[in-house]
């Protein structure tokens, strides 16, 4: 789940930190720009594990701080492909289920993910798997928000989110009416939130989903177990040998 990155960078340290050892001051400025970051098809920075090396530091002309290469390894949160974790449900939508770690929340368990079958409870805005039993009916097992949920990462999405730049200058000032309604536009989707890292997950299989269904399902075994050895009939040897004769 967590993996190390190897990474190099030039680090700048202003003027004011060189009072600090330069290792100390390269590790501060390396957490400040690092820390619960994600970096594009690397995964979210979680702590800078070690410093590998570092160079000669510059000063380059007209800058009065300190640039140095540094190469360092990184503790990133990037679990693989098939791997099974457990999160807390944080909201349900017709979409799917959402999951939160805590640290990460931009986990989605799609709908076709779920099992099977499964519903969305509009009323309770939650989903609800119908599970059978084996008189042929169903009994609902509702996915509430804030339960403990276990789920196999089945896919990972990185997106670009730099800049793109501002909206082009617009040409004629009589064309002001017409461009407005672009400019607006252009803004909006410029605006739109876009999420640099998602993980999709799945529970559609034995032993994933909430918790507390399978602890339950657990529990009515052993139950079951436990009566079975009370109504196990021994025999009682009741010929004599061991008992003390006056």
Partial sequence: MFVLAELKDNVRIAPDHFNL????AVR?????KLANKVLLNVGLCIALKEI???????????DGASHTEVLFRYVVFRPMVGTV???KIRSCCREGVNVTLGFFDDILIPHAALQHPSRFDEAEQAWVWEYPLDDGGKHDLFMDVGEPIKFRVSREIFEETSPIGPPKAEGQASQNASTSAAAAAATAAAQEVKTPYKII???????LGVLSWWDQQGKEEEQDGEDG???????????????CEE
């Fill in 201 to 207: 997950g799945a529970i559609n299989e034995s032993g």
């Fill in 28 to 32: 501060d400025e390396i957490d400040r």
């Fill in 21 to 24: 050892k330069l290792v100390d």
């Fill in 229 to 243: 050895e009370d109504n196990t009939e021994y025999d009682n040897d009741d010929d004599g040998e061991g008992a």
């Fill in 52 to 62: 590998v090396s570092l160079k000669d530091s510059i000063i380059l002309p007209g």
């Fill in 85 to 87: 974790i457990t999160g």
